[in-house]
């Protein structure tokens, strides 16, 4: 019986890395859709450099990710 535990831990670990990787890119994905919303209402450069830092987002990650209009 000791191994059908050992098993079944394996798998459940897995399936919560696999969520945990899940959310991850997801987190990442909508960081960087209101990092390019940030930026399209910005007035200038300066103003969109604030706006993420306040917001605590990356200039870059908005370059990481293509949006459904881009498709």
Request: hydrophobic share 50%.
């Given at each position: 019986m000791p191994s059908a535990r050992h098993i079944?831990?394996?798998?459940?670990?897995?399936e919560f890395a696999e969520a945990r990787a899940a959310e991850k890119a997801e987190n990442a994905r909508q960081c960087a859709?209101?990092?390019?919303?940030?930026a399209?209402?910005?007035e200038d450069a300066a103003d969109c450099e604030s706006l993420?830092?306040?917001l605590g987002l990356d200039a870059l990650a908005g370059k990481m990710v293509r949006t459904?209009?881009?498709l």
């Open positions: 079944t831990l394996i798998s459940e670990q897995s859709i209101a990092a390019r919303t940030v399209s209402h910005a993420l830092a306040m459904v209009s881009e």
